[in-house]
């Protein structure tokens, strides 16, 4: 088994999260009492997320650059970033460490593609949403396009997101507006709905949704563990 990297912290409500789900399928893998053979560094996110609102992405990216190496110092032979956003960081952390990093959209995509959908709703932080780095890999290197809603609902998911689902809050109010803003897209054309954002699963089931869901966490969790144990 490969051990994994996980950079984790982004928020540690999601970050406990995948380190359940990696034991639970090396578990359900080799049976017994196997486990993941891991290493988790996880960062202050009060710093990284005032970082985010300000915009300093370079200063961030160091802190995710520093992580990698830390990982790597220890052991790890490739890297995943518990966190949808963060990615942005994925090819710089990449070229830096010289240490393969697992991309979330990519693992997403897989599951996306096997079930014959070409055109997705996006749900995450408003970085991911409104950024590049997420739909256009989606795009250019699946062929999938992904839709996202308005600014005004952007601005709703977002502050869902940092004020309750970080702080692991969950209301039923919120529930129901991600609902709203989801059956939305699917109005527009969207076949699919992709949770990019890995706190979000902790709201939005897929018998919240009348299509198919995409938990980005777990599906990035579980390919970790393929990966492992090539």
Known sequence: ?????????????????????????????????H??????????????EELMRQG??????????????????????????????????AE?????????????????????????IKKVGLLGTKFA?????YRKRLQDKHGIEAIIPGEDKREIINTIIFQE??????KQESKEEFQRIINNLLLQGAEGIVLGCTEIPLL?????????VFDTMTIH???????ALQ
């Not at 689902?165 to 969950?170: N, Y």
């Open 1 to 33: 088994m490969k051990t994994m990297g996980l950079i984790g912290g982004l928020s540690w409500e999601s970050s406990l999260e995948y380190y359940r789900i990696v034991n639970q399928v090396v578990k359900q893998r080799l049976g017994g009492l």
């Open 35 to 48: 486990s993941a053979q891991c290493l988790m560094y996880s960062v202050d996110f009060g710093p990284a």
């Open 56 to 89: 300093k992405w370079q200063q961030l990216n160091g802190v995710l650059v520093e992580a990698a190496f830390r990982l790597k110092r220890g052991g790890a032979d490739f890297i995943i970033i518990c966190s949808n956003t963060m990615h942005k960081s």
């Open 92 to 116: 710089s952390i990449e070229e830096q460490t010289a240490i393969p990093v697992l991309h979330i959209a990519d693992a997403a995509a897989q599951k996306i593609t096997d079930k014959g």
């Open 129 to 133: 949403m409104e950024g590049d780095f």
């Open 165 to 170: 689902l970080c702080l692991g809050i969950l």
């Open 204 to 212: 939005i089931k897929q018998a919240d949704v009348a299509a198919p």
């Open 221 to 227: 969790a579980a390919a970790a563990v393929e990966y």
